[in-house]
């Protein structure tokens, strides 16, 4: 991975335009608007020129309750996520420690709502339980629904991370959410989408959505960062290609462009094997890859030092789906 009484989100809208108008990179802007209910959505909101209603409409849009006023959704731009989140290959994160938080980058796209509603699928498994069972752990009827418990008897799911993301009940959890809503970009790839049931028995649960998901344009996923690659070193950024037809384009500047010899290597790797590499030589600052068709695969790209000397570098790497 939306809507409200509209003269309110009107409101909401217009204050939070003026709370942004002097809002730049470190400062920091608190937005507030509601759902149908009356409810307070909260947004910290640490990047210029952000749609801050767009945010509260696909939470209002999305099923549930109370627990929508117990967290903080702050918003921040897309390289700065990793510092928050504590990870290169993070979309986003959620933090279950008080004051509960969702931190999402600045944008608008198909993918940032459903990366949203991800995030909000661990705020609400945080305030649902399942009587008897270890946190975390979803909601009751999905449990049930979902045949949890005896996934977790045959050893196909855990309360952690040790059978890998893709097996953690947590992340189940919170894909079903989003998916639920959006019907794309299901994760889990060794699990069937929700079906109709399932979606049925989650909705009745958690309460059917009165709003349709608001609109969002279908853009590539980009992500940028830079720093120091040490010396014979290799700093990568892992991402999931989860359908056919995807389009993987990475663009990496190195530093010392003037010394002999290869200093490094730019690479993408899909399923443990490598599918295109370009070296950096001398007056080569920068290279690019752009290999259409890719997926479904776990890939990554890879900066690769060949020198005993740190590198400062910079990379773009742009996931888009092919005639989207």
Same mark, same amino acid.
């Given at each position: 991975?939306?809507?409200?009484?509209?003269?309110?989100?009107?409101?909401?809208?217009? !204050?939070?335009?003026?709370?942004?108008?002097?809002?730049?990179?470190?400062?920091?802007?608190?937005?507030?608007?509601?759902?149908?209910?009356?409810?307070?959505?909260?947004?910290?909101?640490?990047? /210029?020129?952000?749609?801050?209603?767009? +945010?509260?409409?696909?939470?209002?849009?999305?099923?549930?309750?109370?627990?929508?006023?117990?967290?903080?959704?702050?918003?921040?731009?897309?390289?700065?996520?990793?510092?928050?989140?504590?990870?290169?290959?993070?979309?986003?994160? +959620?933090?279950?420690? /008080?004051?509960?938080?969702?931190?999402?980058?600045?944008?608008?796209?198909? !993918?940032?709502?459903?990366?949203?509603? *991800?995030?909000?699928?661990? *705020?609400?498994?945080?305030?649902?339980?399942?009587?008897?069972?270890?946190?975390?752990?979803?909601?009751?009827?999905?449990?049930? $629904?979902?045949?949890?418990?005896? !996934?977790? $008897?045959? *050893?196909?799911?855990?309360?952690?991370?040790?059978?890998?993301?893709? *097996?953690?009940?947590?992340?189940?959890?919170?894909?079903?959410?989003?998916?639920?809503?959006?019907?794309?970009?299901?994760?889990?790839?060794?699990?069937?989408?929700?079906?109709?049931?399932?979606?049925?028995?989650?909705?009745?649960?958690?309460?059917?959505?009165?709003?349709?998901?608001?609109?969002?344009?279908?853009?590539?996923?980009?992500?940028?960062?830079?720093?120091?690659?040490?010396?014979?070193?290799?700093?990568?950024?892992?991402?999931?290609?989860?359908?056919?037809?995807?389009?993987?384009?990475?663009?990496?500047?190195?530093?010392?462009?003037?010394?002999?010899?290869?200093?490094?290597?730019?690479?993408?790797?899909?399923?443990?094997?490598?599918?295109?590499?370009?070296?950096?030589?001398?007056?080569?600052?920068?290279?690019?890859?752009?290999?259409?068709?890719?997926?479904?695969?776990?890939?990554?790209?890879?900066?690769?030092?060949?020198?005993?000397?740190?590198?400062? +570098?910079?990379?773009?790497?742009?996931?888009?789906?092919?005639?989207?």
């Amino acid at each position: 991975m939306t809507v409200v009484l509209r003269r309110r989100a009107l409101v909401a809208a217009l !204050l939070a335009a003026l709370a942004l108008a002097g809002t730049t990179g470190a400062n920091a802007a608190i937005v507030t608007s509601h759902d149908d209910q009356g409810r307070t959505i909260t947004f910290d909101v640490r990047a /210029a020129t952000v749609d801050t209603e767009w +945010y509260a409409s696909v939470l209002r849009a999305a099923a549930h309750g109370n627990e929508i006023s117990n967290v903080t959704i702050t918003i921040v731009p897309e390289p700065q996520i990793p510092a928050f989140c504590g990870g290169e290959e993070a979309a986003a994160c +959620y933090r279950r420690t /008080a004051p509960a938080t969702i931190f999402v980058p600045a944008g608008k796209s198909r !993918l940032l709502e459903t990366v949203l509603l *991800h995030e909000y699928g661990h *705020h609400l498994d945080t305030f649902w339980h399942v009587s008897g069972v270890p946190e975390l752990n979803g909601t009751p009827a999905w449990w049930a $629904a979902r045949g949890m418990a005896s !996934l977790l $008897a045959d *050893h196909q799911v855990a309360f952690d991370y040790s059978l890998g993301w893709s *097996h953690s009940i947590a992340e189940v959890f919170a894909e079903d959410y989003a998916y639920i809503h959006t019907h794309i970009r299901y994760g889990i790839t060794w699990l069937s989408p929700p079906d109709a049931a399932l979606q049925s028995a989650m909705f009745a649960e958690l309460g059917t959505p009165a709003e349709p998901l608001p609109f969002a344009p279908e853009v590539p996923l980009v992500i940028n960062r830079r720093g120091t690659l040490a010396p014979l070193d290799r700093f990568s950024v892992p991402f999931g290609l989860l359908g056919p037809g995807r389009r993987v384009t990475f663009a990496a500047t190195i530093s010392k462009a003037n010394r002999k010899g290869v200093r490094a290597r730019a690479q993408l790797v899909c399923n443990s094997k490598v599918v295109a590499t370009r070296v950096f030589r001398k007056g080569q600052a920068k290279r690019t890859l752009d290999i259409p068709n890719l997926g479904p695969a776990t890939c990554d790209v890879r900066l690769v030092s060949a020198v005993s000397t740190s590198l400062a +570098y910079s990379l773009r790497l742009s996931l888009a789906v092919e005639g989207a």
